[in-house]
């Protein structure tokens, strides 16, 4: 018997479709249903994303049902024949290389996560004006201190468990090696493996470059 399904949502904090996400998933999980011409709408979910399924944007919502995770999600969506399999047809060798600039576009990104969400709000929170756009800068400027301080100590301990305490110079010679490699073996292709064809990794490419697109500081 054929299970008819709703038309899959993405969930994501910002419901305009003219503008990119701010996450490299946000972003993937776009371009995976979009290149596997799966039909799709765009939902949104301002606030806290800790009430979404693992507490994380995006997730998939399909009729009542919430499906989390933008990888996990798109191989649900492809288990129902929602979406097709983009890497169908690689051999071994070429999902090998998918999975090696996967990682690397992910430790790019982490890398940005750490200079745009944590040291450019540090900044906001102690340095900036009272009459900046930021409504946290309304706060008392002791407060503001204790704030920043507590949050440094907070990131900081996650920092180290994920072994990326090192000095600031060292992090943007690292961060810059690895956009070096990944812009040399992008260079003029139209797609990134098998020729015409897109694939996964162009996914998780195009993710990246609409991220920083979105929010380019």
């Not at 047809?89 to 070429?94: M, P, R, S, V, Y």
């Not at 890398?111 to 540090?122: C, G, N, S």
Request: glycine share 6%; hydrophobic share 45%.
């Amino acid at each position: 018997m054929l299970v008819q399904y709703a038309t899959p949502t993405i969930v994501r904090f910002d419901n305009d479709p003219h503008h990119f996400g701010t996450s490299v998933y946000v972003n993937r999980l776009e371009a995976l249903l979009a290149f596997s011409n799966s039909s799709h709408e765009l939902g949104s979910q301002p606030g806290n994303p800790k009430t979404s399924p693992r507490g994380k944007l995006p997730y998939i919502k399909l009729g009542q049902e919430m499906i989390p995770d933008s990888l996990f999600g798109y191989e649900e969506l492809i288990r129902r024949d929602l979406a097709s399999e983009l890497d169908v047809g690689l051999f071994a060798k070429e999902l090998g290389i998918s999975r090696a600039i996967t990682s690397l576009v992910e430790e790019i990104y982490l890398h940005f996560v750490i200079e745009r969400f944590i040291h450019f709000w540090l900044v906001i929170l102690v340095l900036s004006r009272a009459n900046s756009r930021y409504a946290c800068l309304l706060l008392w400027l002791p407060l503001r201190m204790i704030i920043a301080s507590y949050v440094y100590r907070l990131i900081l301990s996650r920092r180290c468990a994920l072994d990326l305490e090192r000095p600031a110079d060292e992090i943007d010679s690292v961060r810059r090696t690895a956009l070096d490699a990944l812009a040399t073996w992008v260079g003029h292709k139209t797609h990134l493996l098998a020729g015409d064809p897109p694939t996964r990794v162009d996914t998780i490419v195009f993710g990246l470059i609409a991220t920083v697109h979105a929010d380019p500081r």
